[in-house]
T-cell receptor, first 116, second 114 residues
Framework: AQKVTQTQTSISVVEKTTVTMDCVYE???????LFWYKQTASGEIVFLIR??????ENATVGHYSLNFQKPKSSIGLIITATQIEDSAVYFC?????????????FGLGTRVSVFP | ETAVFQTPNYHVTQVGNEVSFNCKQT?????MYWYKQDSKKLLKIMFS???????VNETVPRRFSPQSSDKAHLNLRIKSVEPEDSAVYLC?????????????FGPGTRLTVL
């Protein structure tokens, strides 16, 4: 069975610095997709970035980038030049295989607080 | 505006009542989902549905059922609510073609069972 683990419950950073959060996953499938989402204080869940298992290059979108270490089953999220509005709960998620209708398995989330 | 819409935002009810939540997506997606987010913020898939298949998480009690009129709508019915059903219910959608697999979420419906 697939499993996603985020061990950091909360991280505090000063704005304009870089924050890194960890995520490890378990899967028996050779093909899988990894996602990071952000849940704001209002409860809105926003898709941030995705990594496909077959791609060696780390994905980058805006000031979000990933550190994909496939041998360690690890997919870290890096946010550079943080802003106050980056304060949120960040969820790592995974979907196995090519079944488009399969739901995502989520980690428990990491709360990031960005201070001036 | 294209997005995932949910109604109501909040619902308070008593044990044993039936409730129904609505979800509509205007993204042109083919697959829709319902997730439950509990008080510890854990998000768990309940159902996923497209015109080919309905996938039900085996841990979902039978009092929950999805209802779809077309690919843009997926409602959630709870036949006889229990206190443990208090949670936020989130609807999501995704494409099932191309290489865009990410899911887009609605704002959620917060259910409180007294």
């Amino acid at each position: 069975a697939q499993k996603v683990t985020q061990t950091q419950t909360s991280i505090s950073v000063v704005e304009k610095t870089t924050v890194t959060m960890d995520c490890v996953y378990e899967t028996r499938d050779s093909s899988y997709f990894l996602f990071w989402y952000k849940q704001t204080a209002s409860g809105e869940i926003v898709f941030l970035i995705r990594q496909d298992s077959y791609k060696k290059e780390n994905a980058t979108v805006g000031h979000y980038s990933l550190n994909f270490q496939k041998p360690k089953s690890s997919i870290g999220l890096i946010i550079t030049a943080t802003q106050i509005e980056d304060s949120a709960v960040y969820f790592c998620a995974m979907r196995e295989g090519d079944n488009y209708a399969q739901g995502l398995t989520f980690g428990l989330g990491t709360r990031v607080s960005v201070f001036p | 505006e294209t997005a995932v819409f949910q109604t109501p935002n909040y619902h308070v009810t008593q044990v044993g009542n039936e409730v129904s939540f609505n979800c509509k997506q205007t993204l042109g997606h083919d697959t829709m989902y319902w997730y439950k987010q509990d008080s510890k913020k854990l998000l768990k898939i309940m159902f996923s549905y497209n015109n080919k298949q309905l996938i039900v998480n085996e841990t979902v009690p039978r009092r929950f059922s999805p209802q779809s009129s077309d690919k843009a709508h997926l409602n959630l019915r709870i036949k006889s609510v229990e206190p443990e059903d208090s949670a936020v219910y989130l609807c999501a959608s995704s494409r099932d073609w191309g290489n865009s697999y990410e899911q887009y979420f609605g704002p959620g419906t917060r259910l409180t069972v007294l």
